[in-house]
């Protein structure tokens, strides 16, 4: 019988070889800015997420940038979607990687558009080089409380096996009320995301990669 697997990132997924419920734990809300910004030269535009790249896209023929990075393949290939080209994209899809090898001249100008709940590691450690960091608060990411409900029902019914989450926010959305108890597995990408469902005192394991394919693939071999 092919497992349940309760996926909660925004983008829809699909596996041949599990029954994928796809319930986002998580809802974008868009932020109002200081548009005054856009009116500077950035030597690198840096995007850490999609979601970075979609809700400052409509700005992006506003700004003066050299370069543009990104964090995670899927980032990568959303800006080639939308013919934007990729400057630097590190094989290693987290913060700690991407600074490892980033190419970072002192006095660099970076614009760095993100949500407004993202991790300071990225802004602070660039900081500490000598680059010049402007931080823009592009959105943020609130509870999506109906889909959290619906698979917490799920689960005390026992119609889950495994439960996904691709971030932080997710976990801290899902685990921040009451969870069935349960035999349902958890999983999660990346080290940051581990680290958080750690906090709650919680089992999970973690994908070899930070894709989704990983994540299901990680799901699959654990039931074997």
């Known amino acids: 019988m092919k497992p ?3 996926m909660t990132q925004s983008n829809p997924y699909t596996n041949q070889q599990a029954t994928i419920i796809h319930k986002p734990f998580i809802k974008i809300i868009p932020l109002q800015f200081d548009l005054t910004v856009l009116s500077s030269h950035y030597d690198w535009l840096i995007f850490s997420s999609k979601n970075a790249v979609k809700y400052f896209y409509p700005y992006l023929s506003q700004v003066a940038v050299d370069n543009i990075a990104v964090i995670g393949e899927k980032t990568a290939d959303y800006c080639r979607s939308l013919n934007i080209t990729v400057d630097f994209c590190p ?14 001249t002192k006095n660099d100008q970076i614009l760095l558009p993100s ?21 823009v608060d592009l959105y943020k990411p609130v509870s999506h409380t109906e889909n959290i409900s619906e698979v917490k029902q799920l689960i005390a019914q026992g119609e889950v096996d495994a439960v996904t989450f691709a971030s932080s926010s997710a976990v801290k959305f899902y685990f921040q009320d009451p969870v069935p108890r349960s035999k349902v597995a958890y999983y999660v990408i990346g080290q940051q ?10 089992t999970a394991k973690i994908a070899s990669k930070q894709t989704l394919t990983a994540l299901v693939q990680k799901v699959l071999e654990s039931r074997e």
Do not use: M, W
């Open 115 to 135: 949500s407004g709940f993202a991790r300071q590691l990225l802004q602070q450690e660039l900081n500490q080089r000598g680059a010049n960091v402007t931080k």
């Open 4 to 6: 349940v697997i309760v």
């Open 193 to 202: 995301t581990y680290h958080t469902i750690k906090q709650y005192d919680v």
């Open 91 to 104: 094989e290693d899809y987290s913060q700690e990687g991407f600074l490892e090898r980033f190419p970072l």
